[in-house]
Structures are given as structure tokens and as C-alpha cells.
């Protein structure tokens, strides 16, 4: 296909003395997040409905929103600033371990076992981001988002390494896939930001290319191009893990699918306002 000569094919050189320490689990109290919130003085407006709104979206019964209610705007900023988040995406990275651990990658596929990973709130995050433009209202393909995208800042979700350094550990082929939009400015980025926070070794770095990004959902782009990967390139999609459930849906979706939590933002069909606003020029401020 010819976007795929569009995927500069990689392979980093990886780096893989040590495993970075798993980040603390913090304590776990007996009251709620809510409830801890509260006792702190920490304003949290309906924060029960917003526990039961955040359960709601990572079982993807909730859908499609481009911002979080806002009367739950304190409320996603606690939680995404907090342990709560770090603990979720570690329940997540133990289970994802643990299976990766039970592979029998002695069997002949071995060779071709990939680990597909999203980028954005899955390898990297973005709380600096809206620490500074706020929580849960600024939608993913926005211009100041694009532009903080450029600046290739974001930080590593310290449990996503933990897993990554652990599969390569393991042997296994490291694919990202992301719907970042493949400008040469934004494919650098991406690359030097990936490195820059311990991301440093992949097969495959696979963002959306200008024509698929005009026609079809995300899910359709994904699974297209995990697709591509099992049929042209002969690799066994082992694991799959996203933030987004437009990640981890659609065949083929990977043996085994692993949820990150996002309360922030849901990406369905989204990213077309952002590569918009790559291709025009942008006047500084959105907020
Ligand atoms: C996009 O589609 C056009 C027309 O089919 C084709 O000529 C071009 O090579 C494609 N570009 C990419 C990046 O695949
Ligand atoms: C990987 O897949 C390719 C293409 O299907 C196949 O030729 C090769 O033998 C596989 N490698 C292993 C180690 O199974
Ligand atoms: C990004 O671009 C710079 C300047 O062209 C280049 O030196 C660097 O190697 C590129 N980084 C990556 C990861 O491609």
C-alpha cells in the first residue's frame, strides 16, 4: 500500500539495563477518591456523579464527548493530578505484565510478537499540558494542542514504561500507532519526544497519513493498519494497549486489549479538526 512507505520502518537502538522502579500504588484508603478529596477541602462539585460518569466512559457507555461535564472540571484535574490515575494505569500494567509473562514466545511466532502501543495519554502524557489550559476542556485536535504536540514536551506515563522496557525485555516487537497527523514537523516530534522520555526502540511508528486521515473513523484507520501489520508484515498482535477505546476496537484488535484510563477526552472521529489546524496557519491563543 502506498502509504506504508510512508512509515520510516526503525529500529532504535534500545537501551535496557535497568527496569525503572514500578511508581508507587500510594496508599489505599478506605474512603473514596471523592470522600479523600473532600476531607482535604479540595471542591469537587457532584463528584459521586462524576465517579459514576468516569466509570461510565472506560466502559465505553459513555461516548463520544469532546469535553468533560463541567461540573466535573475539578473533578477530572484531582483525578488526573493525583495517585488515582497513576494506581488505575497500574492495575492496568500489572495485568498487562502478568500476561505478557505467560506468552510462550519459544513457539514459532515468537519472532514476530508485536505489542502495539498508542502515543498520546498512553505512552506519553499531556497533564502539563492542561495543567496549564485546563482539564477536560480542551479537545484533542484543538491548535494549542497541536502546537504543544510540536514542542514535543509531554512526559512519560511512568507505568506504560514500565511495561514497554519489561516486552522488549521479552522480546517483543514494539509498534506505535498513533492518529497523529504524518507531517514531517510532527513525525519528528512524536520521534524525538518517544526517545527523549525512554521510548527508545521500535519497529514501527506508524502516524495518520494525509489520506487516511480524510475518509474513516479512528477505529477504521487503527484497525486498518493493525491490519496491515498482521497481513503484510507477518507480526502476531499479542497486545494492544490505548487510552482511547477507538485504540483497541475493530479486527484485528490483538490477542489481548488493555484499557488505560482517560477521563479527559474521547476520540472517535476527532483528529480531522486538528490536522485542519496544522495545515492553516494558527494565530497563537485558544483558550
Ligand atoms: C494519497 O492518495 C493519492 C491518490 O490516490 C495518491 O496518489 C498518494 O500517493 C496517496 N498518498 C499517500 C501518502 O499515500
Ligand atoms: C514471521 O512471519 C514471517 C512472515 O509470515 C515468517 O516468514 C517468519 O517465519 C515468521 N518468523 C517467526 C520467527 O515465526
Ligand atoms: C528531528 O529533526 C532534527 C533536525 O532535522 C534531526 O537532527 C533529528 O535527528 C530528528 N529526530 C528524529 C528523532 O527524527
Redesign the pocket.
Known sequence: MANRLFH?R?L?CCFLAVLPASAGAGDVSALSFVDRLRQIGIPVGDGDYCDSWRLGVEANNVRGFTTAPRKCDNYVENYMRGHHYRRDSKVVVDEAVAYAETLHLSSAAAGNATWVFDVDETALSHVKFYKRNGFGYHKFGEPAFMEWLIAGKASALPNTLTLYKKLLLLGIKIVFLSDRPDTPEL??????N??KEGFDCWDDLILRSENSTTTGSVVEYKSGERKKLEEEDGLVIVGNIGDQWSDLLGSPEGHRTFKLPNPAYYVDNYMLAGVQAVATPVSSSST
Not at 513525525?187 to 524525538?192: P, Q, V
Open positions: 520510516v526503525r532504535v513525525r519528528n516530534a512524536t520521534a524525538t518517544l526517545i
